[in-house]
DNA sequence: GTGATGACGGAAA
DNA sequence: CTTTCCGCCATCA
């Protein structure tokens, strides 16, 4: 089977949604791209300007240490300990 | 072309 | 709670 997206609409698609996350809130890499959770994580990796912090794990995890913890705080999502209370601050997929 | 890798997810033990 | 294993998709050596 062919692809039925080329991979740029996948990435606009991408960062679309990254960006639109609002402060205080955060998304999850498989809320994001299902299908293709790592690639979300390159593409955080490797474009600028983006609200990376407001991407984490499905658990509530955090990908990038202490700095990110710094950031989301600061925004005030709520923590549990090391990670994020996403039935407070986790939006809701887009469809 | 093949195989390894990564800011992941989910199930199983 | 932890570790292990496999699926996922684009990139890169």
């Known amino acids: 089977m062919p692809r039925s997206e080329s991979n740029e609409a996948r990435?606009?698609?991408?960062?679309?949604?990254?960006?639109?996350?609002?402060?205080?809130?955060?998304?999850t890499y498989?809320?994001?791209?299902?299908?293709a959770p790592r690639l979300v994580?390159?593409?955080?990796?490797t474009t600028h300007n983006l609200p990376w912090h407001r991407v984490v794990r499905a658990d509530g995890?955090?990908?990038q240490g202490p700095?990110?913890?710094r950031l989301l705080v600061r925004e005030g999502v709520r923590m549990r300990?090391?990670?994020?209370?996403?039935?407070?601050?986790?939006?809701?997929?887009?469809?």
């Open 30 to 35: 498989g809320d994001i791209e299902p299908r």
């Open 81 to 95: 300990g090391e990670r994020v209370d996403l039935d407070d601050a986790r939006l809701p997929r887009e469809l």
């Open 11 to 27: 990435i606009a698609r991408i960062v679309e949604r990254v960006r639109s996350i609002p402060p205080g809130f955060v998304r």
């Open 41 to 45: 994580g390159r593409v955080l990796a």
């Open 67 to 69: 700095r990110q913890r």
């Open 61 to 63: 995890t955090l990908t």
